[in-house]
Nanobody, 124 residues
Framework: QVQLVESGGGLVRAGDSLRVSCEVI????????MGWFRQAPGKEREFVAA????????HYADSVKGRFTISRDNAENTVYLQMNSLKPEDTAVYYC?????????????????WGQGTQVTVSS
């Protein structure tokens, strides 16, 4: 069965950079559109970034636009989220998600598979 495994989270200071990764196991990355979401304590899971499965188009939440970059390496079955100029408000558990048939790229319900998440903590 398809599994998504996130890694690369950690504790950093405001202004630092961090890259989180998502490896697709049991499936082919090129078959899916991929998204990154995050969830902070007491808040709903929110959209961060997405990348298309066919044309590599990218989409970003306004809160991270210009600071975060999503990319993929189909040969390695891995999606990345490069996070620069991190702010304390970026602190959250970051989740990777895969979309099989092409639904909404910004909705949680638009994705079919989810990873367990990786914690990113940004101190002020």
């Amino acid at each position: 069965q398809v599994q998504l495994v996130e890694s690369g989270g950690g504790l950093v200071r405001a202004g630092d950079s961090l890259r989180v990764s998502c490896e697709v196991i049991g499936g082919t990355l090129s078959s899916y559109a991929m998204g990154w979401f995050r969830q902070a304590p007491g808040k709903e899971r929110e959209f961060v970034a997405a990348i298309g499965w066919s044309d590599d188009s990218t989409h970003y939440a306004d809160s991270v636009k210009g600071r975060f970059t999503i990319s993929r390496d189909n040969a390695e079955n891995t999606v990345y989220l490069q996070m620069n100029s991190l702010k304390p408000e970026d602190t959250a558990v970051y989740y990777c998600a895969a979309q099989v048939d092409g639904s909404s790229w910004y909705r949680v319900l638009g994705y079919d598979y989810w990873g367990q998440g990786t914690q990113v903590t940004v101190s002020s």
